[in-house]
């Protein structure tokens, strides 16, 4: 029998999901915070609308259920704490489609004991204006190892969403997490990927990346002193115009996940008495950024 599921924020992600699980008959309950009729992708070669509406009212989220895709930002994880409460029994798994390697420690508070399972979320996907998602390249998710991916596993199997499970999930988290850590330097200047062709900006992203090497280290993650140079070339190889999700949130004003982004490194940093000095700086200009005030 198919697995019972809901999407508690159905933006870019939450939409991609939903809709790759409602195009095999598999159509999850929505549960969001603007009301909808439905919900539409699109995309190269893809056009999916799932039926809705899209539910706002936790009070009537229609009880537990087996599979719990978790899909709000994670500054929105304590506003959407009520929708946890009413979907999670005991036996449910809350997998959290969310970037940053905290996701257990933020989200179990809510789940009354359900099971939390963290994923890599690896495609890029944009909400449009119209409240539509624009799906730019092909939807893939990474798993730890473990019984509670297996859930997650049967509900995608043989979606247009791919899933694989990464015996070292800490490392590939990690690996992630340096990625949209430097992206953060974009916010601070208001620039796209063509910044990091600028010779000091590159330096200054190495740097940044040797530190959060660090911290990642020190939390387990087997990472080679050749990734902060893989993420710059990355980051320099992409069209100049490129931009990020925190850039995007930064330039219509929305609260930014510099915490769970950027502020995770010094904060593991202290932890472990690993010095993070470049965190120090950039870690306080994002969180104003983000949250003022001024
Ligand atoms: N987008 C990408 O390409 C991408 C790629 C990799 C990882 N990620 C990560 O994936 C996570 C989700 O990002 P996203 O881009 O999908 O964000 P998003 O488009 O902003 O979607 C968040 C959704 O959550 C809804 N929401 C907010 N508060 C809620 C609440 N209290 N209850 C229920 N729903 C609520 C929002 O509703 P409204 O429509 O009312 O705002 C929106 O539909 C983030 O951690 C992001 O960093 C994103």
Redesign the pocket.
Same mark, same amino acid.
């Given at each position: 029998m198919d697995p019972s599921i809901a999407v508690? $924020?159905?933006? +870019?992600?939450?939409t991609t999901v939903a809709a790759a699980l409602h195009e095999v008959g598999r159509t999850p309950r929505i549960? $969001?915070?603007?009301a909808r009729e439905r919900l539409e992708l699109h995309g190269e070669a893809v056009r999916i609308a799932v039926p809705g509406p899209v539910r706002i009212d936790p009070a009537r989220a229609g009880g537990a259920v087996d599979l719990v895709f978790l899909?709000?930002?994670?500054t *929105?994880v304590e +506003?959407?704490a009520p929708?946890l409460a009413a979907l999670c029994g005991a036996d449910t798994v809350v997998c959290v489609? *969310?970037?940053?390697v905290e996701q257990e420690s933020t989200v179990s508070p809510y789940t009354s004991g359900a099971r939390v399972l963290p994923a890599v979320?690896w495609?890029? +996907?944009?909400?449009q204006p119209d409240?539509s998602v624009r799906l730019r390249g092909e939807p893939r998710l990474t798993l730890p190892d473990g019984t509670a991916s297996h859930v997650v596993l049967d509900a995608l199997r043989g979606t247009r969403c791919s899933t694989d499970v990464a015996a070292d999930f800490t490392s590939v988290a990690w690996r992630k997490l340096l990625q949209n850590a430097v992206a953060g330097l974009m916010v601070l200047t208001g620039r796209r990927s063509g910044m990091f062709a600028r010779t000091d900006i590159a330096e200054l992203s190495l740097a940044y990346l040797r530190e959060c090497l660090a911290v990642a280290r020190a939390e387990g993650a087997v990472l080679g002193d050749e990734v902060p140079h893989e993420i710059v070339d990355g980051f320099r190889s992409y069209p100049a115009d490129m931009g990020t999700?925190i850039l995007a949130d930064r330039v219509a004003d929305r609260p930014l996940?510099w915490n769970t982004r950027n502020g995770v490194v010094p904060r593991r940093g202290r932890a472990h008495g690993i010095p993070t000095p470049i965190s120090d700086l950039l870690v306080p200009l994002l969180a104003a950024a983000s949250d003022g005030p001024g």
């Open positions: 508690v $924020g159905p933006g +870019a992600i939450g549960c $969001g915070r603007t899909a709000v930002k994670s *929105q +506003a959407a929708w489609l *969310q970037n940053g979320v495609f890029p +996907a944009e909400a409240g999700s996940e």
